[in-house]
Protein backbone atom coordinates (compact mmCIF):
# COMPACT_ATOMS: atom_id res chain seq x y z
CA UNK A 1 0.00 0.00 0.00
CA UNK A 2 1.18 3.58 -0.68
CA UNK A 3 0.23 6.73 -0.34
CA UNK A 4 -2.39 8.39 -2.77
CA UNK A 5 -0.19 11.60 -3.23
CA UNK A 6 2.58 9.41 -3.57
CA UNK A 7 0.76 6.90 -6.13
CA UNK A 8 0.06 10.35 -7.96
CA UNK A 9 3.32 11.63 -8.24
CA UNK A 10 4.98 8.32 -9.44
CA UNK A 11 3.14 8.55 -12.05
CA UNK A 12 4.54 11.28 -13.42
CA UNK A 13 1.32 13.68 -12.89
CA UNK A 14 2.49 16.32 -10.20
CA UNK A 15 4.72 16.79 -7.67
CA UNK A 16 3.76 15.08 -3.97
CA UNK A 17 2.75 18.73 -2.92
CA UNK A 18 0.95 19.13 -5.82
CA UNK A 19 -0.84 15.97 -6.03
CA UNK A 20 -1.90 16.60 -2.31
CA UNK A 21 -3.38 19.75 -3.20
CA UNK A 22 -5.26 18.07 -6.12
CA UNK A 23 -6.79 14.98 -3.97
CA UNK A 24 -7.96 18.65 -1.52
CA UNK A 25 -9.37 20.11 -4.17
CA UNK A 26 -11.52 17.22 -5.09
CA UNK A 27 -9.90 15.89 -8.17
CA UNK A 28 -8.87 12.60 -7.30
CA UNK A 29 -11.29 9.76 -7.14
CA UNK A 30 -9.74 5.80 -5.92
CA UNK A 31 -12.40 2.81 -7.31
CA UNK A 32 -14.77 5.45 -8.75
CA UNK A 33 -15.38 7.59 -5.54
CA UNK A 34 -14.48 10.91 -4.61
CA UNK A 35 -10.91 11.37 -1.93
CA UNK A 36 -10.78 14.69 -0.68
CA UNK A 37 -8.62 13.74 2.02
CA UNK A 38 -5.19 13.07 3.25
CA UNK A 39 -3.54 9.64 4.21
CA UNK A 40 -5.26 7.43 2.35
CA UNK A 41 -3.66 4.57 0.80
CA UNK A 42 -3.96 2.79 -2.41
CA UNK A 43 -2.95 -0.74 -3.54
CA UNK A 44 -1.81 -1.88 -7.24
CA UNK A 45 -5.50 -3.16 -7.67
CA UNK A 46 -6.79 0.45 -6.68
CA UNK A 47 -8.29 2.35 -9.79
CA UNK A 48 -7.23 5.93 -9.46
CA UNK A 49 -8.39 8.71 -11.44
CA UNK A 50 -7.27 12.23 -11.60
CA UNK A 51 -9.31 14.82 -13.09
CA UNK A 52 -11.13 12.12 -14.88
CA UNK A 53 -8.07 10.46 -16.29
CA UNK A 54 -6.86 7.09 -14.83
CA UNK A 55 -3.55 6.73 -13.63
CA UNK A 56 -1.55 4.59 -16.45
CA UNK A 57 0.29 2.11 -13.73
CA UNK A 58 4.19 1.91 -14.34
CA UNK A 59 5.23 -1.40 -14.83
CA UNK A 60 7.30 -2.83 -11.86
CA UNK A 61 11.23 -3.77 -12.53
CA UNK A 62 13.37 -5.42 -10.50
CA UNK A 63 17.64 -5.35 -11.48
CA UNK A 64 20.40 -6.95 -9.64
CA UNK A 65 22.86 -4.09 -10.30
CA UNK A 66 26.59 -4.49 -9.42
CA UNK A 67 27.33 -1.15 -8.34
CA UNK A 68 30.91 0.22 -9.12
CA UNK A 69 32.95 2.22 -6.01
CA UNK A 70 32.92 5.68 -6.24
CA UNK A 71 29.28 5.73 -7.62
CA UNK A 72 26.30 7.31 -4.65
CA UNK A 73 23.50 4.90 -4.01
CA UNK A 74 20.88 7.42 -4.95
CA UNK A 75 19.04 9.36 -7.74
CA UNK A 76 20.86 12.76 -7.18
CA UNK A 77 24.13 13.79 -5.92
CA UNK A 78 24.30 17.66 -5.12
CA UNK A 79 28.25 17.44 -5.19
CA UNK A 80 27.53 16.47 -9.40
CA UNK A 81 29.12 12.70 -8.26
CA UNK A 82 28.05 9.51 -10.48
CA UNK A 83 24.90 7.99 -9.24
CA UNK A 84 23.45 4.40 -9.58
CA UNK A 85 20.16 5.66 -11.91
CA UNK A 86 23.32 6.95 -14.50
CA UNK A 87 23.37 3.47 -15.15
CA UNK A 88 19.85 2.74 -16.11
CA UNK A 89 19.44 5.79 -18.57
CA UNK A 90 18.15 3.51 -21.29
CA UNK A 91 15.14 2.22 -18.58
CA UNK A 92 11.74 4.75 -18.98
CA UNK A 93 10.52 3.49 -15.33
CA UNK A 94 12.05 5.75 -12.16
CA UNK A 95 13.98 3.33 -10.18
CA UNK A 96 16.18 4.54 -7.26
CA UNK A 97 17.91 1.35 -4.98
CA UNK A 98 16.73 -0.43 -2.68
CA UNK A 99 19.13 0.00 0.87
CA UNK A 100 22.54 1.29 0.11
CA UNK A 101 25.68 0.80 -0.44
CA UNK A 102 28.48 3.70 0.40
CA UNK A 103 30.41 5.52 -1.95
CA UNK A 104 33.67 3.94 -1.45
CA UNK A 105 31.68 0.33 -1.35
CA UNK A 106 31.03 -1.74 -4.74
CA UNK A 107 29.01 -5.19 -5.09
CA UNK A 108 25.07 -6.18 -5.25
CA UNK A 109 22.68 -3.64 -4.94
CA UNK A 110 19.05 -3.96 -6.27
CA UNK A 111 17.38 -1.61 -7.94
CA UNK A 112 13.42 -0.95 -8.13
CA UNK A 113 10.22 1.43 -8.97
CA UNK A 114 8.08 -0.81 -6.88
CA UNK A 115 8.44 1.37 -3.37
CA UNK A 116 6.03 -1.94 -1.36
CA UNK A 117 8.91 -4.14 -2.51
CA UNK A 118 11.67 -2.08 -1.29
CA UNK A 119 9.92 -1.12 1.72
CA UNK A 120 9.64 -4.78 2.57
CA UNK A 121 12.43 -5.90 2.05
CA UNK A 122 14.46 -2.46 3.77
CA UNK A 123 12.70 -3.59 7.00
CA UNK A 124 14.76 -4.25 9.93
CA UNK A 125 13.12 -6.85 10.34
CA UNK A 126 12.85 -9.05 7.72
CA UNK A 127 16.55 -10.14 8.49
CA UNK A 128 17.51 -10.63 5.01
CA UNK A 129 21.06 -11.73 5.01
CA UNK A 130 23.73 -9.45 3.18
CA UNK A 131 27.20 -11.10 2.82
CA UNK A 132 30.51 -8.61 2.28
CA UNK A 133 33.89 -9.07 1.86
CA UNK A 134 36.76 -6.92 3.20
CA UNK A 135 40.06 -5.68 3.44
CA UNK A 136 41.08 -4.98 6.68
CA UNK A 137 44.27 -3.63 7.87
CA UNK A 138 46.81 -6.33 9.69
CA UNK A 139 45.87 -9.63 10.27
CA UNK A 140 42.79 -10.24 13.08
CA UNK A 141 43.32 -12.73 16.06
CA UNK A 142 40.61 -14.94 16.04
CA UNK A 143 39.22 -13.89 19.47
CA UNK A 144 38.80 -10.33 17.47
CA UNK A 145 36.97 -11.84 14.67
CA UNK A 146 34.60 -13.91 17.65
CA UNK A 147 33.82 -10.20 19.04
CA UNK A 148 32.45 -9.15 15.66
CA UNK A 149 30.03 -12.40 15.60
CA UNK A 150 28.87 -11.99 18.76
CA UNK A 151 28.38 -8.41 18.42
CA UNK A 152 29.96 -4.80 19.10
CA UNK A 153 28.48 -1.68 20.30
CA UNK A 154 28.59 0.56 17.39
CA UNK A 155 26.98 4.19 17.76
CA UNK A 156 25.87 3.22 20.65
CA UNK A 157 24.41 -0.22 20.03
CA UNK A 158 25.14 -3.48 19.71
CA UNK A 159 25.27 -5.15 16.43
CA UNK A 160 23.22 -8.26 16.30
CA UNK A 161 24.59 -11.63 15.45
CA UNK A 162 26.75 -11.90 12.39
CA UNK A 163 28.35 -14.56 10.63
CA UNK A 164 32.17 -14.27 10.50
CA UNK A 165 34.94 -16.07 8.60
CA UNK A 166 38.82 -15.45 7.83
CA UNK A 167 39.38 -16.15 4.13
CA UNK A 168 43.06 -15.45 3.42
CA UNK A 169 45.46 -13.38 5.14
CA UNK A 170 49.03 -11.72 4.10
CA UNK A 171 51.60 -11.30 6.64
CA UNK A 172 54.13 -9.68 4.82
CA UNK A 173 51.47 -6.85 3.38
CA UNK A 174 49.93 -7.17 6.95
CA UNK A 175 46.07 -6.95 5.67
CA UNK A 176 43.22 -10.18 5.36
CA UNK A 177 40.01 -10.59 3.60
CA UNK A 178 37.32 -11.33 5.93
CA UNK A 179 34.00 -12.48 5.04
CA UNK A 180 30.69 -11.15 6.94
CA UNK A 181 27.55 -11.94 6.96
CA UNK A 182 24.90 -9.87 8.24
CA UNK A 183 21.01 -9.42 8.24
CA UNK A 184 21.07 -5.53 9.97
CA UNK A 185 21.88 -2.69 7.60
CA UNK A 186 22.84 0.37 9.88
CA UNK A 187 25.03 3.20 8.04
CA UNK A 188 28.54 2.12 7.42
CA UNK A 189 27.85 -0.95 9.59
CA UNK A 190 30.77 -3.39 8.39
CA UNK A 191 33.38 -0.31 8.38
CA UNK A 192 32.63 0.50 11.99
CA UNK A 193 32.43 -3.27 12.76
CA UNK A 194 36.04 -3.71 11.88
CA UNK A 195 37.10 -0.03 13.08
CA UNK A 196 36.17 -1.37 16.70
CA UNK A 197 38.56 -4.08 16.68
CA UNK A 198 41.43 -2.33 15.35
CA UNK A 199 41.37 -2.90 11.67
CA UNK A 200 39.74 -0.59 9.40
CA UNK A 201 38.74 -1.54 6.54
CA UNK A 202 40.70 -1.00 3.10
CA UNK A 203 38.04 -1.99 0.81
CA UNK A 204 34.56 -3.11 0.88
CA UNK A 205 32.25 -5.48 -1.62
CA UNK A 206 28.83 -6.62 -1.40
CA UNK A 207 28.72 -10.40 -2.66
CA UNK A 208 26.03 -11.66 -1.86
CA UNK A 209 21.96 -10.11 -1.08
CA UNK A 210 19.43 -13.53 0.28
CA UNK A 211 20.19 -16.34 -2.34
CA UNK A 212 21.47 -13.24 -5.20
CA UNK A 213 24.95 -12.78 -5.82
CA UNK A 214 26.88 -11.40 -8.44
CA UNK A 215 28.01 -13.82 -10.75
CA UNK A 216 28.13 -13.20 -14.41
CA UNK A 217 28.06 -9.86 -13.94
CA UNK A 218 31.44 -6.96 -14.33
CA UNK A 219 30.95 -3.86 -12.13
CA UNK A 220 28.40 -1.41 -13.67
CA UNK A 221 26.38 -4.15 -15.17
CA UNK A 222 23.05 -5.00 -14.28
CA UNK A 223 20.22 -7.64 -15.58
CA UNK A 224 16.59 -7.57 -14.37
CA UNK A 225 15.42 -10.17 -12.16
CA UNK A 226 13.28 -13.35 -12.90
CA UNK A 227 9.61 -13.47 -11.50
CA UNK A 228 10.08 -16.17 -9.64
CA UNK A 229 13.20 -14.20 -7.86
CA UNK A 230 10.93 -11.39 -7.18
CA UNK A 231 8.39 -13.77 -5.32
CA UNK A 232 11.55 -15.45 -3.67
CA UNK A 233 12.53 -12.50 -2.26
CA UNK A 234 9.28 -11.15 -1.48
CA UNK A 235 8.48 -14.65 0.55
CA UNK A 236 11.84 -14.30 2.45
CA UNK A 237 10.90 -11.14 4.04
CA UNK A 238 7.70 -11.91 4.66
CA UNK A 239 7.93 -15.39 6.25
CA UNK A 240 11.96 -15.48 6.59
CA UNK A 241 12.89 -18.37 4.85
CA UNK A 242 12.57 -19.46 1.46
CA UNK A 243 10.71 -22.74 0.60
CA UNK A 244 12.38 -22.74 -2.87
CA UNK A 245 15.84 -22.34 -1.88
N1 LIG B 1 28.55 -1.63 5.58
C1 LIG B 1 29.37 -0.63 5.26
O1 LIG B 1 30.22 -0.24 6.05
N2 LIG B 1 29.25 -0.07 4.06
C2 LIG B 1 28.35 -0.45 3.14
O2 LIG B 1 28.28 0.11 2.04
C3 LIG B 1 27.49 -1.50 3.48
C4 LIG B 1 27.61 -2.08 4.72
Redesign the pocket.
Known amino acids: MERLQKVIANAGIASRRKAEQMILDGKVKVNGELVTELGVKVSDSDHVEVEGVELTKEIKRYFLFYKPRGVVSAVTDDKGRRVVTDFFVDIPERLYPVG ?3 YE ?1 SGLLLMTNDGEFANLLMHPRHNIEKR ?1 IARVKGIPEKDKLQKLAYGVVIDGRKTAKAKVKMRSFDKVKQKAIVEVVIHEGRN ?5 MFESIGHP ?1 QK ?1 S ?1 EAYAFLDLRGLNAGERRELSHHEVRQLKSLAKFGQNPHV
Request: net charge positive.
Open positions: RLDTYRQVRKVLR
